[in-house]
């Protein structure tokens, strides 16, 4: 009887030592495994808690070079020290990073001025670029005309966002008031990548203000030119026809619904418009 007691309480006391063994090894990080660790290995678990000491101690010639004195306890080297133990004054390294700039920018200009890229398409962001390039070779006098190109289109960019917003808020007379601002010039480049945006915010306006015929003169050359340009642009100019009630205007109005009607049958009540424009036309 003894004996087989005995076979049990040993077989129970391998059991266990296998399954801490499996834990051990396959969950490292975890609580059980650390304490079983540290009941194997109480020295190394005791020396694991102690707080980190360094034991570095800088030299004579680093304490000189960075100012640190003997008592100091700032260990913390001033960011020129590296250039002093690559026994490299500070100024010899600023001057390598002023030529290596000079050198980007010459690069920059050669790249520019190799493919002949016209000013009027760059953005103020590359004008300024542009404008450094000439700068840093010495071409002082192109690089001030490149500047005043730069903050004029930086400028018109900002006009061009405060519209967009202040239409959003429907703050039309503000948003109007600033788009007078916006120089023509702009606005045609903008309709050329074809960036309608303010073309309809200052279309809306004018219809907000009840200036149908200034809505149309503004909207008509670029529905009937440009083949990009949105249905919602070519629905409020089908709708201004509408409004001049005449028959040809009706005509009109029902030719760029059908126009619509062709792209998206569906969009806003194009089919019912057209259907109603028909009846009139009878």
Known sequence: MDTIISTWVLSIVLLLIIVNIIIVRSYPRSSWAKKIRAFLNPSRAQEKDKPFQSTYEPRTSDRVATGISETSENRVAPLDYQATANNQPPDDMRNKKEKA??????????????F??????????SLQMLADSHAKIGN????????DMALERATHNILKDK?????????????????????????????MQDDFS???????????????????????????????????????????????NTKEDLQEALELY??????????????EKMNRLMNQLL
């Open 198 to 244: 303010l073309l309809g915010i200052l279309s809306k306006c004018y219809i907000h203000f009840r200036d149908y015929e200034k809505a149309i003169e503004l909207l008509r050359p670029v529905v009937i030119s440009n083949p990009r340009v949105s249905k919602d642009m070519i629905y409020n100019l089908a709708s201004l026809y509408e409004r001049r």
């Open 101 to 114: 700039r000079e050198l980007y920018y010459k690069k920059l200009y050669e790249e520019v001025t190799k």
């Open 140 to 147: 002082k006098a192109e690089a001030i005309k490149i500047y």
């Open 258 to 271: 059908e126009k619509i009607y062709l792209v998206e049958a569906g969009f806003k009540d194009v089919r």
């Open 116 to 125: 002949n890229i016209s000013t009027e398409n760059l953005d103020y962001e």
């Open 163 to 191: 519209a967009i917003t202040l239409f959003s808020m429907e703050a039309y007379e503000d948003a109007f008031r600033v788009l007078q601002q916006y120089n023509p010039k702009y606005l045609h480049e903008d309709i």
